[in-house]
């Protein structure tokens, strides 16, 4: 699906949504899932994102894992995709990566409409609070030259990091969850 036609469906669901919406945005590092996340809530009035790198613990997430381990699924059930989708206040913590701990509970934002993009978001503990997930169809070897190519443009050397965990991380949790075939869009990314 391209960005036009995502956009149409998403208006579509939201204003036949009888409860508000979680849209779930997914694929390998470096997929776009960031840069689609922030065009869907540009594009939707109201619409609000939530950051997956809030929703990662500092050091699971530079291990070895065959279910991206270091992605906090359940904090992010628990605090965001339940409350919002019951149409309940909550707070959630953001991951402060700068003092390398969750940081002070804040508001969640009241909108009928929550963007979430992340790694290894589409796992059984969470894709039943995902009212439409969409998959940044990149394969795996394109988004990590990607991904790389940022990190270098950011002045950051994650290269150990993509090669032994990244990588192999996404690599599995591919054939352990089949994220691309169980999405209910999937979204080629511009370049």
């Not at 204003?15 to 979680?22: D, F, I, Q, W």
């Not at 309940?88 to 804040?106: H, K, V």
């Not at 192999?168 to 990314?189: G, I, K, M």
């Amino acid at each position: 699906m391209d960005h036009d036609a995502l956009i149409e469906h998403v208006r579509t669901l939201r204003g036949s949504a009888r409860s508000p919406l979680v849209i779930g945005v997914s694929g390998h590092c470096g997929s776009g899932k960031s840069t689609l996340a922030r065009a869907l809530v540009d594009a939707l009035p109201g619409a609000v994102r939530i950051r997956g790198d809030d929703f990662l613990d500092a050091t699971r997430s530079h291990r070895r894992s065959t279910d991206w381990d270091g992605v906090e699924r359940l904090r992010l059930a628990a605090e965001v995709l339940e409350p919002h989708r019951a149409g309940r206040a909550s707070t959630f913590r953001r991951f402060d990566w700068s003092s390398r701990a969750l940081g002070t509970p804040e508001p969640l934002p009241a909108t009928d409409l929550l963007v979430v993009d992340l790694i290894g978001l589409f796992h059984p503990e969470v894709r039943g609070a995902l009212g439409l997930t969409v998959w940044c169809d990149v394969d795996l070897d394109e988004a990590a030259r990607r991904g790389i190519a940022r990190d270098h443009e950011l002045g950051r050397s994650h290269d150990d990091l993509w090669r032994d965990v990244w990588i192999p991380n996404d690599r599995d949790f591919t054939e352990r969850f089949a994220p691309r075939e169980s999405a209910d869009v999937r979204y080629r990314s511009r370049a």
